[in-house]
């Protein structure tokens, strides 16, 4: 293998040839500084790291995940699978297939319980950590990758299914980590020229491509940008089909997955009735619109005007700060402007937005994406506009990178919902920016303070205002303790679901089945029962009409299920919210047609927003009664 170098140029070259703009100078100055080496204070981050690590896991010990909602799903698809059955064909899913094969590795290696996902998530979350103060370090700033890391392992701890150790797809988290590998693979290769990256880099691809496809196509977009400015650097297209030759293995790997996949029972099969994700399922036809809303991807003219208020002032509070470090060489009416956009900003925060939201806005910006974006395009401009052979591709290709899969969150970067998983990057990239942007401030002849000391702070500071952001309805937790680990919940979700789970052991020892729905598929995986028929999720848009619902349907008839545990979930979120009567009319109206309600699972009161839940039996054909439905 080629273990050509590809050097930085100098400092001296990138500001030669950066006279014309201060544009350009700015970007030489990013460009132009060397990678940072291990030493005492490297390691001393690396240790900071692990100890915040630590210290997060231990105080937010199994408080994580929803077991009402996507949580459930994940453990359930993985215990099956280690039970032998196959995905998609015996085991039905709606997203790639990495996450759950690996989940299932684990489970067959150290046991069914709910622990081996708390450590699977808790270390993914270190690793990604971890690359991203590898990634800062190669860009000359491990502060800046020390501090995302920091606020990744702050917001990957909540005690909601959007986090790290119990999550509502481990795709997400392991693809996030797959994507930081990835980025920081590429930006060695970037720097070294050594292919021995590029093919580490490819399997990384191959990997989110089959974990999670927004990172998976991000990867692909990164590595294929990546072979192309190499062959533009050495003006070969013989550098580029070698470089192409080494990712071929991983991406043949990948493909032979993808065929198995559909060889299972065809495309239509796989597209339609298991992954949601695809652009022409019935999810995204029906219910793809509000979902993507409502994680931030919506094009729509409030959020365009919040966007760019939001950049407005975000803009002019950086240019304060740094005003202060200009001020002696600054002209008079210069100065006037700047204080004026300055305090302009501040005004504005302290008249219109709360305390807290105001803190995030300037440390924690919500269009961080937008920004990222209009700096990948100036760096592209810039890259292109160097001598080739001494043009670096690696911060033009990063800043792509977390461009690219941060527009999934355009409109929505936040420290916690769906967004935890796409932060990282994106935050490190918007650090390196501010970083090189922002003069030192001379305090005094020895003393210089740095600006983007008080923008780290304060992100970690908005990141800990939120730290509590939780699903459930009071932040009093019990522990469920229960055969296959324990996990903590409110004490009425406590009483409930243990007598859910007793009652399907009770009745499954009976011989009689019993189905949860809609969702509330943990039920199966605590109780040590598997599901009776082949969907055991019914949220909005996952089961398709027609084939898919008729399917099921013949299904309930054939196995005759005595009882359903039905419970009050409501999908507030997409529009639709009482199943059966909103969406998936269809099954509902058999289910209604064919059972009828005993009575509540405990009985007595239940407070409003707690979750709930009635004993549906199945109707004797001898003595038919009409069932009501759920109010």
């Not at 979350?125 to 190669?138: K, N, P, Q, T, V």
């Not at 590429?186 to 580490?200: E, K, L, M, P, T």
């Not at 002019?316 to 302009?344: K, M, N, V, Y």
């Not at 009425?492 to 020892?509: G, H």
């Amino acid at each position: 293998m080629s273990t050509a170098t590809f050097p930085a140029p100098a400092a001296s070259e990138a500001y030669s040839g950066s006279s014309s703009g201060p544009w350009q100078l700015y970007f030489s100055r990013l460009t132009s500084v060397s990678p940072a080496r291990w030493n005492l204070t490297t390691a001393s981050g690396l240790g900071a790291l692990i100890v915040i690590w630590g210290t997060v896991l231990r105080l937010t010990w199994a408080s994580w995940g929803n077991l009402g909602v996507d949580s459930g799903r994940e453990l359930y698809v993985a215990w099956q699978l280690s039970e032998g059955k196959t995905l998609y064909r015996d085991v039905w899913y709606t997203f790639e297939p990495g996450s759950p094969y690996f989940n299932s590795w684990l489970f067959r290696l150290f046991g069914v319980r709910l622990e081996v996902f708390y450590w699977a998530g808790s270390l993914a979350a270190l690793l990604c950590a971890f690359f991203l103060l590898l990634i800062g370090m190669r860009f000359g700033s491990r502060l800046a990758g020390w501090v995302a890391g920091t606020v990744l392992l702050c917001s990957a701890f909540h005690p909601s299914l959007f986090c790290f150790p119990l999550p509502y797809s481990f795709g997400a988290v392991y693809g996030c980590l797959s994507f930081i590998v990835c980025v920081w693979l590429a930006v060695c290769a970037a720097q070294s020229g050594n292919r021995i990256w590029i093919f580490a880099a490819s399997w990384a691809v191959a990997a989110a491509l089959l974990l999670k496809l927004e990172f998976g196509i991000s990867c692909t977009f990164m590595l294929t940008l990546l072979l192309a400015a190499r062959a533009s650097q050495r003006r070969s297209w013989k550098i580029f089909a070698k470089d192409l030759a080494v990712c071929l293995p991983a991406a043949v790997g990948c493909l032979l997955v993808i065929f198995w996949m559909i060889s299972l029972k065809g495309f239509t099969f796989l597209t339609q009735e298991n992954l949601q994700s695809w652009p022409t399922s019935y999810f995204m036809r029906e219910y793809g619109k509000a979902w993507l809303a409502f994680t931030g991807f919506a094009f729509t003219r409030e959020n365009l005007t919040s966007a760019a208020l939001q950049v407005l002032v975000l803009l002019s509070f950086l240019q304060g700060l740094d005003l202060f470090a200009q001020w002696a060489r600054s002209t008079r009416r210069l100065r006037l402007l700047r204080t004026a956009l300055f305090l302009g900003s501040l005004a504005y925060l302290v008249a219109f937005v709360p305390p807290d939201e105001a803190i995030r806005w300037l440390f924690f910006p919500p269009d961080i994406p937008i920004i990222l974006a209009a700096a990948a395009l100036a760096g592209c401009v810039f890259y292109l506009a160097q001598p080739a052979p001494s043009r670096s591709p690696a911060l033009p290709l990063f800043l792509c990178a977390s461009a690219f899969v941060t527009f999934r969150i355009l409109f929505r970067m936040l420290p916690w919902l769906y967004p935890i998983y796409f932060n990282g990057p994106a935050l490190l990239g918007f650090f390196l920016l501010v970083g090189r942007a922002l003069n030192p401030i001379r305090l005094t002849r020895r003393v210089r303070f740095r600006p983007e000391i008080l923008l780290y702070a304060g992100c970690i500071l908005a990141t800990l205002q939120n730290f509590r952001r939780a699903d459930t309805p009071s932040e009093t937790v019990v522990p469920l303790i229960t055969e296959r680990g324990t996990v903590k919940v409110t004490p009425s979700r406590a009483t409930q679901y243990r007598a859910a789970l007793s009652f399907i052991r009770e009745k499954t020892a009976r011989g009689e089945l019993v189905l949860s729905v809609p969702e509330d598929t943990s039920l199966y995986f605590l109780s040590g029962v598997g599901c009776p028929v082949h969907v055991y999720l019914f949220t909005p848009g996952l089961l398709a009409p027609g084939k898919m619902t008729e399917d099921l349907i013949a299904e309930l008839d054939r196995k005759k299920i005595r009882y359903l545990i039905w419970s009050n979930r409501i999908f507030w979120e997409y529009g639709v919210p009482r199943f059966g009567v909103d969406f998936d009319k269809r099954l509902g109206d058999y289910l209604f047609a064919h059972y009828r309600r005993v009575g509540p699972l405990v009985p007595g009161y239940v407070k409003l927003g707690e979750w709930d839940a009635y004993v549906w039996e199945r109707i004797p054909k001898e003595a038919p009664m009409p069932a009501s439905k759920p109010r």
